[in-house]
């Protein structure tokens, strides 16, 4: 039997959490919604969903792996099924599965590139947790994670917004000042580059 680590199992109480509001959304993008701007720059709402679902099942995929492999090491070409909705709940099921049978206790392998599983888990219920609020906003809909989540994404994006990620034209935006007491889902907006009032009006 694995004996997962407390943090381990809280990062994915949260992460199942996050996608089962990620399914919500994903399920209310509406086909004149599909080439609406998002608050990425570079992503209308299409492509937004398209990398958010290609990424989760690819990631999902990887931690199912006895080896920790994914099957691909990027999603170029991939597109979303006729039930985007369904398709994030099985890899949700999927990621949680393997994690709660220990995946996490492995690399996690994209190409020849391959991480700490529980860095990468962390970087799952970050990331999700901002696209999630993306895709909501584009199409008018709500996005509240747990707080919990939002704050235990605080502790560990800073350490992954390096000089190398972070600024005008990488990964991550510039951050947005956002104030000291604003709620954490704001504040972690703003650190990984988001505008928390951005509109698509």
């Known amino acids: 039997?694995?004996?997962?680590?407390?943090?381990?199992?809280?990062?994915t109480d949260l992460l199942v959490t996050v996608l089962s509001d990620l399914a919500v959304v994903v399920g209310g993008v509406a086909a004149?919604?599909?080439?609406?701007?998002?608050?990425?720059?570079?992503?209308?709402?299409?492509?937004?969903?398209?990398?958010?679902?290609?990424?989760?099942?690819?990631?999902?995929?990887g931690f199912a792996d006895a080896q920790g492999r994914a099957p691909q090491?990027?999603?170029?070409?991939?597109?979303?099924?006729?039930?985007?909705?369904?398709?994030?709940?099985?890899?949700a099921d999927q990621l949680a599965r393997a994690i709660r049978g220990g995946a996490a206790?492995?690399?996690?392998?994209?190409?020849?590139?391959?991480?700490?599983?529980?860095?990468?888990?962390?970087?799952i219920l970050w990331e999700y947790q901002?696209?999630?609020?993306?895709?909501?906003?584009?199409?008018?809909q709500g996005w509240a994670p747990p707080t919990a989540a939002s704050e235990a994404s605080l502790g560990f994006a800073p350490a992954m917004l390096t000089d190398d990620y972070q600024g005008h034209g990488k990964a991550f935006g510039p951050p947005v000042a956002v104030p000291g007491d604003a709620p954490?889902?704001?504040?972690?907006?703003?650190?990984?580059?988001?505008?928390p009032g951005w509109s698509a009006a």
């Open 1 to 11: 039997m694995t004996v997962m680590h407390p943090s381990t199992e809280r990062t």
């Open 105 to 123: 206790q492995r690399p996690l392998r994209l190409g020849e590139n391959a991480m700490p599983g529980e860095l990468a888990l962390g970087m």
């Open 73 to 91: 090491a990027d999603i170029a070409g991939y597109r979303s099924p006729a039930d985007p909705a369904q398709a994030v709940r099985l890899a």
């Open 130 to 140: 901002v696209h999630g609020w993306d895709l909501a906003r584009a199409t008018c």
């Open 32 to 61: 004149e919604h599909l080439s609406d701007p998002t608050p990425c720059a570079d992503w209308d709402v299409e492509q937004l969903r398209d990398h958010v679902l290609g990424w989760l099942t690819t990631f999902a995929a």
């Open 184 to 195: 954490p889902l704001e504040r972690l907006l703003g650190l990984s580059g988001r505008d």
